[in-house]
């Protein structure tokens, strides 16, 4: 229960915190035009967070593109990147 708390007090500041960048914790090929796709590391800027029609995805810029890209794969640090790649190689 505590861990759901802390993970819900993380996801809250993703995209506020380091003036809104946070960091592609895996690989997303974009779908749709609207769309972002990103390697894993890539450093992404949130540009808007809450929409109201999308509540699963971000408005965010790479480079000089901007688009959507799904929360779920975003990390607040390059340690997050570095974590996963050492959790999915040691198993």
């Given at each position: 229960m ?27 090929e974009a ?5 972002l796709s ?23 810029r790479l ?9 779920n ?9 570095t974590f ?6 040691s198993?």
């Amino acid at each position: 229960m505590f861990s759901d708390l802390l993970l819900t007090g993380v996801q809250e500041k993703l995209g506020v915190m380091n003036k809104g960048v946070v960091y592609a914790l895996w690989d997303y090929e974009a779908q749709n035009n609207d769309e972002l796709s990103f390697h894993e590391g890539d450093a992404i800027t949130i540009l808007r967070r809450k929409d109201d029609n999308e509540t699963e995805w971000w408005w965010a810029r790479l480079n000089d593109k901007e688009g959507y890209v799904p929360k779920n794969l975003l990390g607040v640090s390059s340690f997050q990147v570095t974590f996963s790649l050492l959790c999915s190689t040691s198993s």
